[in-house]
């Protein structure tokens, strides 16, 4: 997917005020402004499905990120699940959870995931589609693609949701992109603050008094 097809929520004006939308009353203080309506969410996630179906040839292992990427890979697996590709054919699917937790250290980059080696080997000969929230600088991402490729799977796509607009970025770009955002902490529909806003509709930007409430 070229970056020019995806919907840039960077600047200021778009930015939805509080009062527009229902927010949660017990995150009122904490989010400054709603940056993408869960109901544009979902229309988009819609949209990302077909371009997922359109290009698949094959039955495909939809890998969940955990946490943050669980209810995009929800909507998105259920969109998926009703479309058919240009031959009237629905694409099956297998799903697979995925825990990963970045580590850095002087000597060396790197990714712990919580499935096993032999959970690994199943993926040899498949397609895997990897389900993310968010690419920031992308350090992550290039780490686990780097260890899932060692299990020789047939392909690799990854969709992110979202991806921020940072010069922290490795320049990494995934396959199928919702919005690119601004270098803001966002939070809400699943993306979380130190465990919280997940149960969040909208993606808002964090505010000062959120960060404060919820630091640990
Ligand atoms: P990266 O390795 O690309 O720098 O970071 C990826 C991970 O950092 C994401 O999967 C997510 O868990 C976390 N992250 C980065 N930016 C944000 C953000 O704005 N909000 C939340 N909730 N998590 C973020």
């Known amino acids: 997917m070229d970056p020019s097809q995806w919907i840039d929520v960077t600047t200021e004006k778009n930015h939805y005020s509080l009062d527009h939308f229902v927010i949660p009353t017990h995150y009122e203080q904490d989010v400054s402004s709603i940056l993408i309506p869960h109901g544009v969410i979902m229309d988009r996630v819609n949209k990302l499905a077909r371009l997922i179906v359109d290009d698949a040839t094959g039955p495909l292992v939809v890998c969940c990120i955990l946490k943050g990427g669980h209810q995009y890979f929800a909507d998105l697996v259920n969109a998926v699940k009703k479309l058919t590709n240009k031959d009237g054919k629905t694409i099956p699917l297998s799903l697979e959870f995925i825990r990963v937790?970045?580590?850095?250290?002087?000597?060396?980059?790197?990714?712990?995931?919580?499935?096993?080696?032999?959970?690994?080997?199943?993926?040899?000969?498949?397609?895997?589609?990897?389900?993310?929230?968010?690419?920031?600088?992308?350090?992550?991402?290039?780490?686990?693609?780097?260890?899932?490729?060692?299990?020789?799977?047939?392909?690799?796509?990854?969709?992110?949701?979202?991806?921020?607009?940072?010069?922290?970025?490795?320049?990494?770009?995934?396959?199928?992109?919702?919005?690119?955002?601004?270098?803001?902490?966002?939070?809400?529909?699943?993306?979380?603050?130190?465990?919280?806003?997940?149960?969040?509709?909208?993606?808002?930007?964090?505010?000062?008094?959120?960060?404060?409430?919820?630091?640990?």
């Open 101 to 216: 937790k970045s580590y850095k250290n002087d000597k060396s980059e790197g990714v712990t995931m919580s499935i096993t080696d032999e959970e690994c080997k199943e993926f040899e000969g498949k397609n895997l589609l990897i389900v993310e929230d968010i690419i920031d600088t992308g350090a992550t991402m290039v780490q686990l693609l780097k260890k899932l490729g060692t299990y020789s799977p047939k392909s690799v796509k990854v969709t992110s949701l979202l991806i921020k607009k940072t010069p922290r970025s490795n320049g990494y770009i995934p396959d199928y992109v919702g919005f690119s955002i601004p270098d803001e902490f966002v939070v809400g529909y699943a993306l979380d603050y130190n465990e919280y806003f997940r149960d969040l509709d909208h993606i808002c930007v964090i505010s000062e008094h959120g960060k404060q409430a919820y630091a640990v």
